[in-house]
Nanobody, 124 residues
Framework: QLQLVESGGGLVQPGGSLRLSCAASGSILDYYAIGWFRQVPGKEREGVSCISSTDDRTKYADSVKGRFTISRDNAKNTVYLQMNSLKPEDTAIYYC?????????????????WGQGTQVTVSS
């Protein structure tokens, strides 16, 4: 059974950076597409970025393009989300999710496995 654990969240000032990690155990990530999602209270979970399992193709929500970068290190069984130029509206709980698939998407219903989330707060 695949298990995911996020880390790297915290409090950062606007314009700052954070790198989130999604560490997997119980299975290797090589064959899983991975997505990063975020959610604020009262709103639906939003797809932020994802990376495919085969050719590492990436997708980004328009709101984070040019600021966030997703990457994977299969040797470490970990996926990362580098977040730069953070804005207050990036404040949310960030989740990573996985699905046994070649391609990735931004619909939460496509994913079978979820981490517990890590809080990101962007505030001065």
């Amino acid at each position: 059974q695949l298990q995911l654990v996020e880390s790297g969240g915290g409090l950062v000032q606007p314009g700052g950076s954070l790198r989130l990690s999604c560490a997997a155990s119980g299975s290797i990530l090589d064959y899983y597409a991975i997505g990063w999602f975020r959610q604020v209270p009262g709103k639906e979970r939003e797809g932020v970025s994802c990376i495919s399992s085969t050719d590492d193709r990436t997708k980004y929500a328009d709101s984070v393009k040019g600021r966030f970068t997703i990457s994977r290190d299969n040797a470490k069984n970990t996926v990362y989300l580098q977040m730069n130029s953070l804005k207050p509206e990036d404040t949310a709980i960030y989740y990573c999710a996985a699905v046994l698939s070649w391609v990735c998407g931004h619909e939460s219903r496509e994913y079978n496995y979820w981490g517990q989330g890590t809080q990101v707060t962007v505030s001065s």
